[in-house]
């Protein structure tokens, strides 16, 4: 029976070698074969690790934005995952070991055992070893795999192949204790009476990180969140790599989730247990290729312009990026990293400052909840170019001059948290709830408009907010052909047929579009909170959440849309939905601006058409009850079919759309077709559903009652459901509200 003494050295023995760094050391363990051996390994465990209390910075870098210490030593954690404590990172679980020879040969068996005596103060092992007979060998130990066909013959024949041996760990590394840390050891020498000198050393390194903000800074910044980026998603069992490695490639790197803040943002410690991330020499503030970092994100509202800045500190983990070689994070270290937020100053290269919002150049703005979007009132003045729009009041509009903005209304009670006109930019700027979604729409008024006039007095440019998790991003080739569809955000985007895409690729700019490439539909109507892919069950009171908003043909400017739970199944009527001003009172058609007018009434019409009154009065409904029946003019001769510009090269200014879409053209719908026969009402790609059944009996109120329409991609009624098109109903003229 041969004793291998495996020895733990305390890392508080080496802090002063490592300016940034302190070891960590631990035991290890054995294998077996030819001229076997029992060997009894032995190891001290009872030297203490740092104390918590010995934090200790050993260098530093200060900045105007950020003061960063690195030093020796552990901060609390209070992270979800917590750190192991002293004991259980000293503990062994299971042990292999791995016996060479001088020339790389695998001697014997890997051996394996899980059979560990241990106290607070040492390790007991016994392992079976083969006798070198006086000759140097090489025994690898590895411990707390946690799988005992790990190693074997083959893939360990030889001491390189070993050594090359890695395991991917795409998520977060999360050590427990029932599992232990990673370790590994090498005894080198004679296998025989006695090995004594060996030591298990941690496999990942450890990084306690901690920051706080600055009480003056942190009046106007509050951190969103905290990121570790760039960690290695493999681990060697042994030391062997040399920098860089893993290879710098994306493959070779993940990124974990954000943490969970705590309760005050402003501070926060976390602790990780990293795979080995060796690089090169420092070059920039972030690391050199793939370095491990971290990242905290927030919001920052102290910028002389009044306008949010989203700022982002890059704290690398292996090296301050001033004093220090590289930012390799190495196995069997620990990084104490401590951050102080002082500044939005993005002189630093660790800092970046960015604008918060990026101005729409639309009518409509999407912005999730909680989030806010701000509009540019110079690009809708630049973009009013037809003649139709010369006496627009928008076209006086001066970005030196004061402008006042206001809500007109929201359809969901304390949607829109405030609205504000900043004149230094010429933005409206609108900031949303969290935990809320709907449609709103906000104005720009003379200076000295009060809020209780946003729905009397002249608007002067109006927008839609569509408050909404789903942001497909219409500046995207989805490369898709014909009836498919593409997951984005919290929806989809879809193609049609081939009418579709007949129409949709000749919609100007043409280029780059083609079978393969079509320009992509949103599967949701304008303002929509919800939608569907298959026809809603019978009785689904959320189904009128996909109706979206209602729209008179030309219009900018949405209106409220009509609420599903009181349809009156005799009549297929329904009233408008309640919608509320920025006080959260319900707006009712009287005298506020929340009306309908003729177009006959004196002051609609301007010169031959009502465009200005429309553009001023964006919640006021127009109706011509008399040929030709449209609320922009009275005689035929002076109608304009353009404002939206359907196929016209560039956007109209009156697109109701958000940045980058736009009306669909006429024949978008053109590979949509129904069957009459009442006994197969699926041999369509469009059939009519009636209390979410495909229905074309005509029996059932008739298809004024229909709940919508689905487009199947087949004619045969055997297709797969790609998009539901709810029947959110129409104004009749002169409807009430």
Excluded at 217 to 243: P, R
């Amino acid at each position: 029976m041969k004793r291998i003494f495996l020895w733990m050295t305390s890392a508080a023995t080496v802090l002063a070698v490592s300016c940034n760094k302190s070891e960590l050391q631990q035991p290890g363990g054995g294998n077996g074969g030819r001229n076997p051996l029992t060997v009894r390994v032995s190891f001290d465990t009872g030297t203490p690790s740092v104390p918590g209390g010995a934090w200790r910075p050993v260098a530093k870098s200060v900045s105007p934005a950020v003061s960063i210490e690195y030093g020796a030593g552990a901060v609390p954690e209070t992270r979800a995952v917590t750190a192991l404590d002293d004991q259980n990172e000293k503990t062994v679980h299971d042990l292999w070991a791995l016996q060479y020879t001088e020339q790389g040969a695998l001697v014997g068996e890997p051996f394996y055992t899980d059979r560990i005596q241990q106290s607070d103060a040492s390790v007991t092992v016994e392992i079976n070893l083969t006798s070198s007979e006086g000759k140097t060998n090489r025994v690898y130990f590895v411990a707390n795999t946690g799988d005992k066909s790990l190693f074997n013959a083959s893939n360990a024949a030889t001491e390189t192949a070993f050594q090359n041996l890695s395991r991917t760990q795409t998520a977060e590394y999360k050590p427990s204790s029932a599992t232990g840390l990673l370790m590994n050891g090498l005894y080198s020498g004679t296998v025989g009476a006695e090995m004594n000198g060996v030591t298990l050393k941690r496999g990942v390194a450890k990084v306690n990180f901690s920051y706080t903000t600055d009480s003056e800074f942190g009046k106007k910044f509050t951190v969103e969140s905290v990121t570790l980026k760039n960690a290695a998603n493999k681990i060697h069992y042994v030391k062997t790599a040399s920098a860089p490695w893993p290879d710098a490639d994306a493959s070779n790197h993940t990124s974990y989730p954000a943490e969970t803040l705590g309760g005050d943002p402003k501070t926060g410690s976390y602790t990780w247990y990293l795979p080995e991330n060796l690089q090169t020499a420092v070059k920039n503030a972030k690391g050199e290729g793939w370095a491990t970092y971290i990242e905290i994100a927030g919001r920052w509202t102290g910028h002389g312009d009044g306008l949010p800045r989203n700022v982002t500190y890059y704290i690398p983990v292996g090296s301050d990026g001033v004093t220090q070689t590289n930012y390799s994070v190495e196995r069997n270290k620990i990084y104490t990293v401590s951050v102080t937020l002082k500044g939005a100053n993005d002189a630093d290269t660790r800092v970046k400052v960015e604008e918060a919002v990026t101005p729409v150049l639309a009518n409509c703005g999407m912005v999730v909840p909680g989030g806010q979007v701000a509009f540019s009132v110079e690009d809708r003045q630049k973009k009013l170019i037809e003649t139709e729009a010369a006496s627009l009041p928008l076209k006086s509009w001066s970005k030196s001059t004061d402008y006042t903005a206001y809500l007109i209304w929201q359809d969901a009670q304390s949607l829109v948290s405030s609205v504000e006109y900043n004149k230094a930019l010429g933005y409206v700027v609108v900031k949303t709830a969290s935990g809320k979604s709907g449609n709103a729409v906000v104005g720009l008024f003379p200076a000295g408009t009060q809020q209780s006039q946003a729905r009397t007095a002249n608007c002067i440019w109006s927008w839609h907010v569509w408050v909404t998790n789903y942001h497909p991003d219409g500046t995207k080739k989805y490369n898709l052909g014909i009836n498919q569809k593409a997951s984005e955000s919290t929806g989809q985007v879809h193609t049609y047929g081939a009418k579709y895409m007949a129409a949709v690729n000749a919609v100007k700019p043409t280029t780059g579009y083609s079978n393969s490439n079509i320009r992509v539909i949103m599967d949701r109507n304008l303002g929509a909170t919800k939608t569907y892919y298959t026809a809603p069950a019978s009785g689904d009171n959320t189904a009128d959440q996909a109706f979206g908003m209602f729209y008179q043909w030309g219009r900018k400017d949405p209106f409220p849309r009509a609420t599903g739970a009181d349809i009156d199944p005799s009549s297929a009527t329904s009233e408008t939905i309640n919608i509320y001003d920025i006080d959260n009172q319900i707006l009712t058609e009287d005298g506020t601006g929340y009306k309908k007018t003729d177009i006959k009434t004196g002051g609609v019409v301007s010169g031959n058409n009502s465009l200005g009154y429309a553009v001023s009065h964006p919640l006021v409904f127009i109706y011509n009850s008399t040929t030709p029946y449209d609320w922009y003019a009275t005689s035929e001769s002076n109608q304009n079919d353009a404002l939206w510009g359907d196929k016209a090269e560039k956007k109209s200014v009156y697109d109701p759309c958000p940045e980058g879409w736009r009306i669909a053209p006429n024949e978008t719908w053109s590979d949509f077709s129904r069957t009459t026969i009442a006994t197969s009402p699926l041999n369509g790609t469009f059939p009519y559903y009636i209390k979410g059944d495909p229905k074309e009996d005509g029996k059932s109120g008739d298809y004024g009652m229909t709940n919508g329409r689905l487009y199947k991609v087949s004619s045969s009624g055997e297709g797969t459901p790609l998009a539901w098109y709810p029947a959110p109903g129409y104004r009749t003229t002169p409807a009430a509200h």
